[in-house]
């Protein structure tokens, strides 16, 4: 749903630091909060804003804080390791297309 998509992606749900998120699906669409605190005394930080859970949920802050400076740098973190796995990934799908062009070709010129 609008809010939680953007980092429903990035997270798995679990302990982050100092941030616990909890990251899931439901049958319209993503979910996503971060909760701070002891498990047992806990305040969600991150979460529903407005609509209705299920329907037409919309995510964001629910207070400000230190953990929001945090947060932007673990998303900044997550997303630089997807783009190198993503870079990673694209030169290995390079490299497999030219070793398997050259098995080719030097089969081809045997023949």
């Given at each position: 749903m609008k809010g939680a998509n953007e980092y429903a992606g990035l997270f798995k749900s679990g302990q982050y630091g100092k941030l616990r998120i909890v990251s899931s699906?439901?049958?319209r669409g993503y979910t996503f909060q971060i909760f701070i605190?002891?498990?047992d005394n806990?305040?969600?930080v991150?979460?529903?804003?407005?609509?209705q859970m299920g329907w037409?949920?919309?995510?964001?802050?629910?207070?400000d804080g230190p953990w929001q400076e945090d947060f932007k740098n673990l998303v900044?973190?997550?997303?630089r390791k997807m783009k190198l796995?993503?870079?990673?990934?694209?030169?290995?799908?390079?490299r497999n297309?030219?070793?398997?062009?050259?098995?080719?070709a030097k089969i081809m010129s045997n023949y």
């Open positions: 699906r439901h049958a605190g002891q498990p806990e305040v969600e991150y979460g529903v804003i407005s609509g037409s949920e919309e995510y964001g802050c629910l207070h900044e973190e997550r997303k796995l993503e870079d990673s990934t694209e030169k290995l799908k390079q297309l030219a070793d398997e062009k050259a098995r080719i």
